[in-house]
């Protein structure tokens, strides 16, 4: 980025310099060669600190890292402005990084103070500098890191450049989990590995026993190296399995400003997210709410998997109002799409008489 002069003081002004060139022009002129003299060892001091000022921002190199950048509340990441001087002429320096409200940053190199102030930075020929942060994710949310300024001037303080540096860089807290009971949720699903009580739907691949072939029998069914073996017709007897597969749905309408229901909610969704996730169960994540740094709203299929339970905590943490659809609208578009049998856990604000103000949440389950 090009670097933007600052005027400091009288001295850094353009016209001021020409006014100097043009009296020690007339004072030599006049024949007054000690004045002259003496504007003449002004302006070259003038030009020199200039000329450091351009220079100290020139093969200065700058790098910003972060880790992690995906935060539980409570979880600490590590940032880092690292500043090398590839040249032979020492800069002084003045760095600023600012960081967005919402998280707790601190300095190692100022406990105390603001981690957002003003460092001065003191680099010889070829050193280098490390800045290093601790930032803390107190609540949900995105936060934007914006690029850090770097201010380069000479040694008597007299002239000033100035440049940024870094790209914006994005940090995502996602919802505070809950605690959940291991339960057994209603498997809707009608194929898998989890047997099941129901009489209908058995899985050809899960034979319990054999019995005695009857008419009412499908033909299929018949086990016919058994039936060899024992000279009569045998069955097999299958097992009824299903499977369970979740979709959690948190209705945006229901929450007219942002609120601590609203997060309760969140937490909710994103606890049914990372339980679903540890027992290997297949789940989707649907809602109306809008999104910080994306467009539309949340609309995940179900699947499973490492990736699957990022991209849920992601919209989470992402999550904000106003909604982008009416809710009712945009889940029956949704439900269309999901398996027969898909059991469908929804998340509202209980805005009930008896809900305790302003953090009521109430959970519902069916089958789509």
């Given at each position: 980025m090009r670097e933007v002069p600052l005027?400091?003081?009288?001295?850094?002004?353009?016209?001021?310099?020409?006014?100097?060139?043009?009296?020690?022009?007339?004072?030599?002129?006049?024949?007054?060669y000690?004045?002259?003299?003496?504007?003449?060892?002004?302006?070259?001091?003038?030009?020199?600190?200039?000329?450091?000022?351009?220079?100290?921002l020139h093969r200065?190199?700058?790098?910003?890292?972060?880790?992690?950048?995906?935060?539980?509340?409570?979880?600490?990441?590590?940032f880092s402005v690292r500043i090398q001087n590839d040249k032979r002429l020492p800069v002084s320096l003045e760095v600023w990084q600012p960081f967005p409200e919402g998280l707790n940053v601190t300095s190692s190199e100022q406990e105390d103070g603001d981690p957002g102030a003003r460092r001065v930075v003191f680099l010889g020929k070829y050193a280098e500098n490390l800045l290093s942060f601790r930032i803390t994710g107190m609540s949900r949310g995105c936060y934007e890191i914006p690029p850090g300024r770097v201010n380069s001037k000479d040694l008597l303080g007299l002239f000033h450049r100035e440049r940024r540096f870094g790209e914006a860089m994005e940090i995502l807290v996602y919802p505070a989990l809950l605690d959940m009971e291991d339960r057994d949720l209603a498997q809707h699903f009608l194929m898998g590995d989890t047997r099941s009580d129901r009489p209908f739907m058995p899985d050809p691949t899960r034979v319990s026993s054999l019995r005695d072939y009857t008419p009412?029998?499908?033909?299929?069914?018949?086990?016919?190296?058994?039936?060899?073996?024992?000279?009569k017709l045998l069955a097999k007897v299958l097992e009824h399995t299903a499977d369970l597969r979740l979709c959690v749905t948190l209705d945006g309408d229901s929450f007219s400003k942002h609120s601590p229901s609203m997060e309760k909610a969140l937490s909710v969704a994103a606890t049914l997210t990372v339980w679903a996730e540890r027992k290997k169960i297949p789940f989707g994540l649907i809602s109306n709410v809008s999104q910080c740094g994306r467009s539309g709203p949340v609309s995940i299929p179900a699947g499973s998997g490492p990736s699957q339970?990022?991209?849920?905590?992601?919209?989470?943490?992402?999550?904000?109002?106003?909604?982008?659809?009416?809710?009712?609208?945009?889940?029956?578009?949704?439900?269309?799409?999901?398996?027969?049998?898909?059991?469908?856990?929804?998340?509202?604000?209980?805005?009930?008489?008896?809900?305790?103000?302003?953090?009521?949440?109430s959970v519902e389950m069916e089958r789509a």
């Open positions: 005027v400091t003081s009288l001295y850094t002004l353009l016209g001021v310099r020409i006014f100097a060139a043009v009296g020690v022009v007339l004072l030599l002129a006049r024949g007054l000690l004045p002259a003299s003496f504007l003449i060892a002004i302006l070259m001091i003038l030009v020199s600190c200039s000329l450091w000022a351009d220079y100290g200065l190199g700058t790098n910003r890292e972060t880790h992690p950048v995906r935060l539980f509340p409570g979880d600490v990441a590590s009412d029998i499908p033909a299929r069914r018949i086990h016919w190296k058994a039936s060899a073996r024992h000279g339970v990022r991209l849920a905590l992601e919209a989470l943490a992402r999550a904000k109002l106003p909604v982008a659809l009416p809710y009712g609208e945009f889940v029956s578009q949704e439900k269309r799409l999901m398996p027969w049998g898909t059991t469908i856990i929804s998340i509202r604000a209980d805005n009930s008489a008896g809900a305790p103000s302003g953090d009521g949440v």
